[in-house]
């Protein structure tokens, strides 16, 4: 959104991501972003055996879903989504 301001959200998403996989609470994160900040943190999880599957709206964020090992075209399933 133009003239939005974000503090710290990238961190938070990433050390959420870190402290979960310390954990072993998962094997496989789904990101659901389209910023290209986050690709240095798809990159060292790749390293670590943890795949990362970004989830949004291309064309937007095709430098973050080219680092992860897969994607998600969320707009291509937006008639299945539904709220409960």
């Not at 972003?33 to 670590?48: G, H, N, R, T, Y």
């Not at 990362?52 to 291509?76: E, R």
Request: with cysteine; hydrophobic share 50%.
């Amino acid at each position: 959104m133009a003239g939005t301001i974000e503090k710290g959200v990238d961190t938070a998403i990433v050390t959420d991501m870190i402290r979960l996989a310390w954990e072993a609470a998962y094997d496989v994160a789904i990101l659901v972003s389209s910023d290209a900040d986050l690709v240095p943190a798809v990159e060292f999880f790749d390293q670590k055996g943890i795949r990362t599957i970004q989830a949004g709206f291309p064309p937007l964020g095709s430098h973050l879903s080219k680092a992860c090992w897969g994607t998600i075209d969320v707009f291509a399933f937006r008639n299945e989504i539904s709220r409960y």
